[in-house]
């Protein structure tokens, strides 16, 4: 039977490690970098699994005490069997994606995406009913639960377990990689490198379609500057001397290393004269796609017209994309139009 106190110490625990697993998500789904931040979420991951057995107990003694006419404790079952059912599904789905058990897509409902892509895509929709769940039932921790030898020792028995199961699992994954697409730390699989525009495409619905005419296309440098530009796509080749081999990590599970060519954003902003109350840009592109970029990552960023040598073709961004090394592959404006410097 679990007592009160280690039911504490056990909803206490998962709710520290599901602010861990969110916030290193998160961190994720943006930044392919530090790798750190990728291996705390994994270690992470595996103490919520080592914990499993203690919650279930928890779990099944509170839906023993089954439905009754108050709607607040129906409606809480309801939430605690739905982030039952998500955490158990994200946690198979991204070990299968992991140990590469399965195909790359996996169809839910009407809908195919990859493992890894559903593992985040749930795991963003469990966020709202957590919190909830937290709020509705906090676990009321006391000192005295992460105090003492027996709690220490139990802390120190879950950490050492994690910790196991994680270098097992990374085990386990390597020896089940592919070698035509091994497998990068952010859990990624290498799809066509330096292959120019055969690598694999991420588009949203609708994007497919998308094919910008060259001789109608124009850039346009606008907002904050001394001097508006604008670029026909003749303009934009003239100036595309710059060269970078960049990775490109989408979330949804590929990545890419590529040699891209283009013009250096630092240089057109230069060209451009940024107004001192200028603090950042913004990377548009059709159907009104941004992203927000501060003077300073503006440094990096390659406005790429070609791919390993190739003219990007429609899918991969024709006539300009972004190529922004140190940001996940969302961020890499495809179909560019417009680089707007912004003020506060
Ligand atoms: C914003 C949300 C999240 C993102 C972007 C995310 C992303 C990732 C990524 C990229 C991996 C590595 C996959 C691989 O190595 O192939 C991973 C692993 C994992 N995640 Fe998440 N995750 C998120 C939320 C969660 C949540 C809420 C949980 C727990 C319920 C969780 C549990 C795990 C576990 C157990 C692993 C496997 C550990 C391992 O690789 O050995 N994740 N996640």
Redesign the pocket.
């Given at each position: 039977m679990i007592n009160s106190k280690n039911v504490r110490f056990i909803n206490a625990l998962i709710l520290i490690l599901?602010i861990i697993?969110?916030l290193t998500?998160?961190y994720?789904?943006v930044w392919p970098s530090p790798s750190s931040f990728?291996e705390i979420?994994?270690i992470a991951?595996?103490a919520?699994?080592v914990l499993i057995p203690w919650k279930s107990a928890i779990a099944l003694r509170s839906l023993s005490r089954g439905v009754d006419r108050r709607l607040t404790r129906n409606v809480m079952l309801l939430v605690s069997i739905l982030l039952t059912l998500a955490?158990v599904t994200?946690?198979l789905l991204?070990?299968m994606?992991?140990w590469q058990i399965g195909d790359y897509y996996v169809w839910i409902g009407p809908y195919a995406y990859s493992g890894?892509g559903w593992?985040?895509g749930i795991?963003?929709g469990?966020i709202p009913f957590f919190i909830f769940h937290v709020w509705r039932r906090w676990p009321r921790p006391k000192k005295v639960d992460f105090t003492g030898r027996r709690q220490a020792l139990k802390l120190m028995g879950f950490g050492a377990v994690a910790l196991v199961s994680?270098w097992v699992?990374?085990a386990l994954?390597k020896a089940t990689e592919s070698s035509q697409a091994p497998?990068r730390f952010?859990?990624s699989r290498e799809e066509g490198s330096f292959s120019g525009n055969a690598h694999p495409v991420t588009t949203a619905p609708g994007e497919g379609k998308i094919r910008l005419a060259p001789e109608t296309w124009a850039l346009q440098v606008r907002g904050a500057v001394e001097t508006q530009i604008r670029l026909t796509y003749a303009d934009v080749l003239a100036l595309s001397t710059s060269e970078v081999t960049a990775t490109l990590d989408c979330t949804g599970g590929w990545y890419t290393v590529q040699t891209w060519r283009g013009i250096r954003l630092a240089d057109l902003l230069s060209q451009a004269k940024i107004r001192p109350e200028g603090v950042g840009i913004i990377l548009r592109g059709v159907a009104d796609y941004t992203a927000p970029f501060t003077l300073a990552q503006a440094e990096e960023i390659l406005l790429a017209t070609h791919v390993g040598g190739e003219a990007l073709n429609h899918v991969h961004g024709f006539p300009l994309r972004a190529v922004v090394p140190s940001r996940r592959g969302w961020h890499w404006v495809k179909w560019m139009t417009e680089i707007e410097v912004i003020t506060l």
């Open positions: 599901f697993l969110s998500g998160l994720s789904l990728f979420h994994r991951g595996w919520l699994i955490t994200i946690l991204v070990l994606w992991k890894i593992h985040w795991a963003l469990m994680w699992a990374e994954a497998r952010t859990g």
